[in-house]
């Protein structure tokens, strides 16, 4: 992780456009959403051991993740959070973050405007609100 800011930066610098997101799942919905594999036939390969035995590692992740936050989030490559609970909205709001964040020819910002400020934010702004317990991102 020590190294990851300065090959970043590299690459920044380089002219690579970088864009760096984490869907953010709360336990809820993640538990759901097991449960539901587990049930549909048609969803059972979607469901392995690991995935239920991640469940008991939840604050292990959360505390790794914490790290991987702390360790890369800069100013040249900064991590976008999407809350995820909700899917579909979640990968529509990441589209949008994405195609708002670029400049091109047709352009339309009723497709390509601001994303969902409810959904999407920076790293840092979300941690300081979910440790200050305002927010419920995991």
């Excluded at 709001?93 to 195609?99: A, E, Q, S, T, Y």
Aim: neutral net charge; hydrophobic residues 40%; contains cysteine.
């Amino acid at each position: 992780m020590r190294q990851t800011p300065q090959f970043e930066r590299m690459l920044v610098n380089s002219g690579v456009r970088l864009f760096k997101f984490w869907f953010s799942v709360s336990r809820e919905e993640q538990l759901r959403r097991f449960i539901s594999r587990r049930d549909d036939p048609l969803k059972h390969w979607k469901l392995s051991p690991i995935d239920i035995k991640s469940l008991d590692m939840w604050d292990d992740y959360t505390a790794a993740k914490k790290a991987m936050f702390f360790h890369t989030d800069t100013a040249d490559a900064p991590w976008t959070v999407i809350k995820s609970d909700d899917k579909k909205r979640a990968r529509l709001n990441c589209m949008r973050h994405f195609l708002s964040a670029l400049d091109y020819p047709g352009k339309d910002l009723s497709v390509a405007g601001e994303a969902d400020p409810q959904l999407v934010g920076m790293a840092s702004q979300i941690f300081e609100k979910s440790e200050a317990g305002l927010d419920d991102f995991y």
